[in-house]
């Protein structure tokens, strides 16, 4: 490895155990809710820019924010609690004193204090999130076994970048729930160093890339954020909050939140998959496809 990215790794590592952030004494998890405060910032309500948003009354519009927030953090949980399993795999038969691996020690105790750190915020917004499909569950617990270490690195550098953004709209959102914009402050900070060292990581694997593997790559991080989406986009929710026809609704709904989930939360994560020629005669006709933007 060279010498200027075992510093890196030194420093991140030093970082993580100098300054750690726990979520017990960083949120103030005690704060009332009132009724002025946020979920979530409106252009990332999934319904937002349909006709049918404008009907809903302002305790349908709350209720709407509360639970696709939920949803998010349920997303989080469960791809952060994946990839710990596949982080302690890669680690497992390497030296002790070995860099990557004390570096991805870290990681997991990081990603594990994230995952609580979400349920105990989905229990704080006192709604139960909507689980998972089976063919979701299915699907996760495959690749996380299957997939080899540079599609899984990917996978979780595209969650990570993705929610990144989002998490900065959450924390800059004016009159956000304090709960949430601290959960949010935490993450962005702590995943920054995870996305520094997973981009440093992955370099080895994208700069050598030629048209099959970088098509690849471009599949993976698709897939992730096809993953997250439909995840995150519930007819469930449409027919808890009192929408008549949800499951047309979401249909609907659905292209639409794409094209604007994608300006507003993976611009970064566009330029990465560019960066290693992601965006081909094969790759561009599936993004514009499945994610709706012209890639
Ligand atoms: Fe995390
Ligand atoms: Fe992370």
């Known amino acids: 490895m060279p010498t200027d990215q075992l510093a890196q790794i030194e420093r991140l590592i030093r970082i993580s155990k100098e300054h750690p952030l726990l979520p017990e004494t960083f949120i103030p998890w ?117 997939f080899p270490p540079d599609f899984a690195f990917l996978s979780c550098l595209a969650v990570e970048m993705m929610a990144d953004r989002y998490g900065e709209h959450l924390r800059k959102e004016p009159g956000i729930f304090p709960v949430l914009q601290k959960v949010a402050q935490l993450h962005n900070i702590e995943e920054a160093r995870h996305i520094l060292f997973t981009k440093m990581l992955l370099k080895r694997y994208t700069d050598t890339a030629g048209f099959w593997r970088s098509t690849m790559y471009s599949l993976v991080v698709l897939l992730n954020m096809w993953f997250f989406q439909s995840t995150y986009v519930r007819a469930e929710i449409y027919r808890d909050i009192g929408v008549q ?43 514009r496809w499945v994610m709706k933007i012209q890639a």
């Not at 519009?61 to 994946?82: D, I, N, P, T």
């Not at 949800?246 to 990465?272: H, T, V």
Request: charged letters at 25%; aromatic letters at 12%.
């Open 30 to 146: 005690n704060t009332a809710e009132r009724e002025e405060h946020v979920f979530l910032a409106e252009k990332l309500v999934s319904l937002s820019n349909h006709p049918i948003y404008s009907a809903l009354t302002t305790v349908q519009k709350r209720e709407l924010a509360r639970r696709e927030v939920v949803q998010a953090m349920y997303g989080y949980c469960w791809s952060e609690g994946l990839f710990c399993l596949f982080m302690t795999r890669y680690i497992l038969h390497r030296a002790p004193d070995d860099p990557e691996r004390r570096f991805l020690l870290r990681e997991i105790v990081e990603e594990s204090r994230h995952q609580e750190m979400f349920a105990d915020t989905i229990e704080n917004l006192g709604r139960k999130p909507v689980p998972l499909t089976r063919f979701h569950r299915w699907l996760g617990g495959v690749c996380v076994k299957l």
């Open 245 to 287: 026809n949800p499951a047309r609704i979401r249909r609907q709904a659905f292209a639409n939140y794409q094209r604007r989930f994608a300006e507003e939360c993976l611009d970064s994560l566009l330029e990465f998959v560019n960066s290693f020629n992601g965006f081909n005669v094969l790759t561009r006709p599936l993004w």
